[in-house]
């Protein structure tokens, strides 16, 4: 073998270098695709056809794009199914892996929980990153229920009246420690018979939609037959 020589470009660059012999060394450092055009040359002068290889550097992490803080009612006594979406994007690689836990679309207990994130690339570099999940019992959703039902600007006498049975609801789960539930689905259930009695007179049937549909959710939280 008389040479070899080979030339650089890309993230590193190097004009044709020829080294006498059959081994030509060189370095890269630099981080990204690097790619490398060499041929032989053997001792009765024949040239080989160029032959390519690419180098790729990967020395950063993914950027992982997490959710805000997600708020959710849930929907039944285990709390509810919560879906959220995290991506992640990378210098190099195209589809760094992402995985979290708790998984999207499983089934987060009513509290607040913590969701831990990765992402990895093919390198190996390795993003981390969090972001809480909120999932609002009973006691919550009666409180968002009287803001709502006082949103309304309801007729005073009936405002009073829905609020009365939503406070008494709310004091009830709050009588014991592990909540009046019963007394609570009995409450719950003539607030929406109250709210039906006055859809279309004091109560839109909008609003009143609205309403019934708060309270049937609540009632399921509760667990009630």
């Given at each position: 073998?008389?040479?070899?020589?080979?030339?650089?470009?890309?993230?590193?660059?190097?004009?044709?270098?020829?080294?006498?012999?059959?081994?030509?060394?060189?370095?890269?450092?630099?981080?990204?695709?690097?790619?490398?055009?060499?041929h032989a040359v053997d001792n009765a002068g024949n040239l080989e056809s160029p032959k390519t290889l690419v180098i790729r550097i990967d020395a950063?992490?993914?950027?992982?794009?997490?959710?805000?803080?997600?708020?959710?009612?849930?929907?039944?006594?285990?709390?509810?199914?919560?879906?959220?979406?995290?991506?992640?994007?990378?210098?190099?690689?195209?589809?760094?892996?992402?995985?979290?836990?708790?998984?999207?679309?499983?089934?987060?207990?009513?509290?607040?929980?913590?969701?831990?994130?990765?992402?990895?690339?093919?390198?190996?570099?390795?993003?981390?990153?969090?972001?809480?999940?909120?999932?609002?019992?009973?006691?919550?959703?009666?409180?968002?229920?009287?803001?709502?039902?006082?949103?309304?600007?309801?007729?005073?006498?009936?405002?009073?009246?829905?609020?009365?049975?939503?406070?008494?609801?709310?004091?009830?789960?709050?009588?014991?420690?592990?909540?009046?539930?019963?007394?609570?689905?009995?409450?719950?259930?003539?607030?929406?018979?109250?709210?039906?009695?006055?859809?279309?007179?004091?109560?839109?049937?909008?609003?009143?939609?609205?309403?019934?549909?708060?309270?049937?959710?609540?009632?399921?939280?509760?667990?009630?037959?």
């Amino acid at each position: 073998m008389s040479e070899v020589s080979y030339q650089l470009s890309g993230a590193a660059s190097a004009p044709l270098v020829s080294t006498q012999g059959s081994v030509a060394t060189f370095a890269i450092s630099a981080e990204g695709i690097t790619t490398v055009v060499y041929h032989a040359v053997d001792n009765a002068g024949n040239l080989e056809s160029p032959k390519t290889l690419v180098i790729r550097i990967d020395a950063t992490a993914p950027v992982l794009s997490l959710p805000g803080a997600v708020t959710t009612n849930a929907t039944s006594p285990s709390g509810a199914n919560v879906s959220y979406t995290v991506t992640a994007t990378d210098n190099l690689d195209p589809a760094a892996g992402v995985s979290c836990t708790p998984a999207s679309g499983t089934l987060f207990a009513i509290g607040t929980t913590v969701v831990s994130c990765a992402a990895t690339d093919a390198a190996g570099n390795a993003a981390t990153g969090s972001f809480t999940v909120t999932v609002v019992g009973a006691p919550g959703q009666i409180t968002d229920l009287v803001a709502q039902a006082s949103a309304f600007n309801l007729r005073q006498g009936i405002e009073n009246s829905l609020d009365a049975k939503l406070s008494a609801a709310q004091s009830a789960l709050a009588a014991a420690q592990g909540g009046d539930s019963v007394t609570a689905c009995n409450l719950m259930s003539a607030f929406i018979n109250e709210v039906e009695a006055q859809a279309g007179v004091s109560i839109t049937l909008e609003q009143a939609s609205q309403l019934i549909a708060a309270a049937t959710n609540i009632k399921a939280v509760l667990g009630c037959s």
